[in-house]
């Protein structure tokens, strides 16, 4: 699997979202509305989910082993982290 494009759209309010991103896989599938939130330990990303009728979250779509999301996390943060320093530039 190979991750073959990433956009990020930056949210521009305070808080702990602070980017939505959509990747395509293998220039076949893509995944929307996957989060960039900041936590207490840092970035990390939350799957695209759903309000379930007992109040929970369920993910609609998720890597199903962790070497998966460690590898979709990775690059997403580093498109992230690419979109801030551009924005940044930008600004300069």
């Known amino acids: 699997m190979q991750i073959t494009d990433v956009r990020v759209r930056k949210v521009a309010k305070e808080g702990k979202m602070k980017a939505v991103?959509?990747?395509?896989?293998?220039?076949?599938?893509?995944?929307?509305?996957?989060?960039?939130?900041e936590g207490e330990k840092g970035l990390f990303i939350a799957?695209?989910?759903?309000?379930?009728?007992?109040?929970?979250?369920?993910?609609?779509?998720?890597?199903?082993n962790s070497e998966t999301r460690e590898q979709i996390q990775?690059?997403?943060?580093?498109?992230y982290e690419q979109a801030l320093s551009e924005t940044a530039a930008g600004d300069a």
């Open 74 to 79: 990775s690059i997403i943060l580093e498109k």
């Open 21 to 37: 991103v959509s990747i395509t896989i293998d220039d076949e599938f893509v995944v929307h509305d996957i989060k960039v939130i």
């Open 47 to 64: 799957m695209p989910s759903r309000k379930a009728s007992d109040g929970e979250y369920r993910d609609i779509a998720h890597p199903i």
